[in-house]
């Protein structure tokens, strides 16, 4: 009689909306044919996304990234950094009030902090490399304040201990 009570309730999980089907829209793969690590998406305004994390090509230092994605799914604009911006890879981005981004994330050499200011189309406006220089940068998380200011908390420290900072920055840099 159990076997049959579980059977019986197992059978009712559907109509109780336990168990929902998801139907996958679109898929998107990001690859450079290098080591490529996804840190962070934010929605645009449009409905599509900007994605941002790290790749590195075999046997150099690894460099930041920006991919635009349609709403649709389609690639974009991405902008690989070169090693000449000093960019380790963002962790954190978001779109702004004017379509352009603010990514947060390593310096080019793992422990430096740097914030980056890009327009639409991903091209550099400013960079902020923080004061705070502690040992490895580990996380950051950026926002944009309702002053059209720029609000960051960087995680940084040894590998047994963490530091967090708060900066507020304006909306140029300082």
């Given at each position: 009689?159990?076997?049959?009570?579980?059977?019986?309730?197992l059978?009712?999980?559907?109509?109780l909306?336990?168990?929902?089907?998801?139907?996958?829209?679109?898929?998107?793969?990001?690859?450079y044919?290098?080591?490529?690590?996804?840190?962070?998406?934010?929605?645009?305004?449009?409905?599509?996304?900007?994605?941002?994390?790290s790749?590195?090509?075999?046997?150099?230092?690894?460099?930041?990234?920006?991919?635009?994605?349609?709403?649709?799914?389609?690639?974009?604009?991405n902008?690989?950094?070169?090693?000449?911006?000093?960019?380790g890879?963002?962790?954190?981005?978001?779109?702004?009030?004017?379509n352009?981004?603010?990514?947060?994330?390593?310096g080019?050499?793992?422990?430096?902090?740097?914030?980056?200011?890009?327009?639409?189309t991903?091209?550099?406006?400013?960079?902020?490399?923080?004061?705070f220089?502690?040992?490895?940068?580990?996380?950051?998380?950026?926002?944009?304040?309702?002053?059209d200011?720029?609000?960051?908390v960087?995680?940084?420290?040894?590998?047994?201990?963490?530091?967090?900072?708060?900066?507020?920055?304006?909306?140029?840099?300082d």
């Amino acid at each position: 009689m159990g076997r049959f009570a579980l059977i019986m309730l197992l059978s009712l999980v559907p109509l109780l909306g336990f168990a929902q089907r998801f139907e996958v829209t679109w898929t998107q793969r990001i690859d450079y044919n290098r080591s490529d690590y996804g840190y962070a998406i934010a929605q645009r305004a449009n409905g599509g996304f900007v994605v941002t994390g790290s790749t590195r090509p075999v046997s150099e230092s690894a460099t930041a990234y920006i991919q635009l994605i349609s709403p649709s799914g389609g690639i974009g604009f991405n902008h690989i950094f070169d090693e000449g911006d000093d960019l380790g890879g963002f962790r954190d981005i978001i779109s702004t009030n004017d379509n352009g981004y603010i990514a947060a994330g390593r310096g080019g050499n793992s422990s430096e902090f740097v914030v980056m200011r890009s327009d639409s189309t991903g091209n550099v406006d400013w960079i902020f490399e923080s004061p705070f220089d502690e040992g490895l940068m580990m996380e950051a998380q950026v926002l944009e304040t309702i002053d059209d200011q720029i609000l960051v908390v960087e995680t940084g420290g040894s590998t047994s201990f963490g530091d967090n900072h708060l900066i507020k920055l304006n909306s140029i840099g300082d």
